[in-house]
């Protein structure tokens, strides 16, 4: 404000002037006036927007595994174990079914399309040989059927093996004086001496590969002087282990493993061994429990996670290390055998497909011919 100030009073001295100056002349007197002028200022007041955002977040929820169905002609005492390993480590529910190997396949025909199994596991290859003639089981992806070796499976992949068992004598283990073949059986110093089980799948198995390599002539004079010979009937394999160590009889025709599980309950003092014959004929026979999907199953993709645990090495290990079996792995599998029993490359083996072990029906047609089943 001090430039205004001196303004006026210039003017004021100005108009003094003007009034005590001479009239006749006007004088012109610029005054300089500051004009102040008011502007409106624009006050921005910044404000905080809160946007809501929708967030999705994917949350993942269990979903049901599904359940499965198996027709079993195996024991639960063999597979009930690892069957519920299965269950626990996929969350799958599953359903057994348990009977004997031919009865089994009988019902899944007898059922038809209204069938619940999805899986039918067999004693022997000639069960599900059997209902793969009947058109029961599909074609199995490769990823299964390439982890099996090629003497455990059959060539159109209806079907893998699942363990591997061999067929032997059990005999009293005091015996020192030996056969070697199937042959010497019907020698007249075994007379009343021998066992066999005609119902049980495994034992028609054998015989059925006796009629692939022996053909129908000879096989059917086999089993004539068998019987000529007064072997003995029993209803399955553990009852002529038993028999053999009490010495009620002298041989029986069985499956390997079960003289182990009579050994490891009640010890090496129990009197029976295993002669693994070596000639290569039909009673040196390695067979496999095998397993296929049934074609009319509800739950296909359990299935095949089914099948291809069991043929995992956990799975093979158990048949190893609990059932006395031999593994049916192909190549460099790193499952080990039993320590007590003989490697399966050191058993002489016939060689026979598991097409060859199939026609169990047409072992059972001479069973009852000669009188051997009901």
């Given at each position: 404000?001090?430039?205004?100030?001196?303004?006026?009073?210039?003017?004021?001295?100005?108009?003094?002037?003007?009034?005590?100056?001479?009239?006749?002349?006007?004088?012109?007197?610029?005054?300089?006036?500051?004009?102040?002028?008011?502007?409106?200022?624009?006050?921005?007041?910044?404000?905080?927007?809160?946007?809501?955002?929708?967030?999705?977040?994917?949350k993942?929820?269990?979903?049901?595994?599904?359940?499965?169905?198996?027709?079993?002609?195996?024991?639960?005492s063999?597979?009930?174990?690892?069957?519920?390993?299965?269950?626990?480590?996929?969350?799958?529910?599953?359903?057994?079914?348990?009977?004997?190997?031919?009865?089994?396949?009988?019902?899944?025909?007898?059922?038809?399309?209204?069938?619940?199994?999805?899986?039918?596991?067999?004693?022997?290859?000639?069960?599900?040989?059997?209902?793969?003639?009947?058109?029961?089981?599909v074609?199995?992806?490769?990823?299964?059927?390439?982890?099996?070796?090629?003497?455990?499976?059959?060539?159109?992949?209806?079907w893998?093996?699942?363990?591997?068992?061999?067929?032997?004598?059990?005999?009293?283990?005091?015996?020192?004086?030996?056969?070697?073949?199937?042959?010497?059986?019907?020698?007249?110093?075994?007379?009343?001496?021998?066992?066999?089980?005609?119902?049980?799948?495994?034992?028609?198995?054998?015989?059925?590969?006796?009629?692939?390599?022996?053909?129908?002539?000879k096989?059917?004079?086999?089993?004539?002087?068998?019987?000529?010979?007064?072997?003995?009937?029993?209803?399955?394999?553990?009852?002529?282990?038993?028999?053999?160590?009490?010495?009620?009889?002298?041989?029986?025709?069985?499956?390997?493993?079960?003289?182990?599980?009579?050994?490891?309950?009640e010890?090496?003092?129990?009197?029976?061994?295993?002669?693994?014959?070596?000639?290569?004929?039909?009673?040196?026979?390695?067979?496999?429990?095998?397993?296929?999907?049934?074609?009319?199953?509800?739950?296909?993709?359990?299935?095949?996670?089914?099948?291809?645990?069991?043929?995992?090495?956990?799975?093979?290990?158990?048949?190893?290390?609990?059932?006395?079996?031999?593994?049916?792995?192909?190549?460099?599998?790193?499952?080990k055998?039993?320590?007590?029993?003989?490697?399966?490359?050191?058993?002489?083996?016939?060689?026979?497909?598991?097409?060859?072990?199939?026609?169990?029906?047409?072992?059972?047609?001479?069973?009852?011919?000669l009188?051997?089943?009901?």
């Amino acid at each position: 404000m001090k430039k205004f100030v001196v303004v006026v009073a210039l003017a004021m001295m100005a108009l003094t002037a003007v009034f005590t100056a001479c009239a006749a002349e006007e004088v012109v007197v610029e005054v300089e006036k500051e004009v102040v002028k008011e502007v409106p200022v624009e006050v921005v007041v910044e404000k905080e927007v809160v946007v809501e955002k929708e967030v999705v977040v994917e949350k993942e929820v269990p979903t049901d595994p599904g359940k499965l169905v198996i027709y079993s002609g195996r024991k639960e005492s063999l597979i009930g174990s690892i069957i519920e390993e299965f269950e626990d480590l996929t969350g799958i529910d599953v359903e057994a079914k348990y009977g004997k190997t031919f009865p089994v396949a009988t019902m899944i025909l007898e059922e038809g399309d209204n069938s619940p199994a999805d899986i039918y596991y067999a004693q022997d290859p000639g069960g599900v040989g059997f209902l793969a003639a009947e058109g029961r089981l599909v074609t199995l992806p490769e990823d299964i059927t390439g982890a099996v070796a090629d003497w455990a499976k059959p060539a159109d992949g209806s079907w893998v093996g699942i363990s591997g068992r061999a067929r032997v004598l059990v005999h009293t283990a005091t015996l020192s004086d030996l056969p070697s073949s199937c042959e010497e059986l019907t020698d007249a110093k075994w007379k009343g001496k021998l066992g066999w089980a005609p119902t049980n799948s495994s034992f028609q198995t054998m015989v059925t590969g006796m009629r692939a390599m022996w053909g129908e002539e000879k096989t059917l004079q086999w089993l004539t002087d068998m019987m000529a010979n007064d072997v003995g009937v029993y209803p399955k394999n553990t009852p002529q282990v038993a028999a053999a160590a009490a010495e009620e009889i002298s041989i029986g025709l069985v499956n390997h493993y079960y003289l182990h599980r009579f050994i490891s309950e009640e010890g090496d003092t129990f009197n029976a061994r295993n002669l693994f014959l070596s000639d290569g004929g039909p009673c040196s026979l390695v067979m496999v429990s095998g397993a296929g999907i049934v074609n009319t199953g509800k739950n296909r993709e359990n299935a095949e996670k089914f099948l291809r645990f069991m043929t995992s090495k956990v799975a093979q290990q158990y048949f190893t290390g609990q059932i006395y079996e031999y593994p049916v792995l192909a190549g460099d599998h790193g499952v080990k055998t039993h320590m007590l029993l003989p490697a399966l490359e050191d058993l002489n083996k016939p060689a026979l497909s598991m097409e060859d072990l199939s026609d169990l029906t047409g072992t059972q047609v001479i069973f009852r011919d000669l009188g051997m089943l009901d």
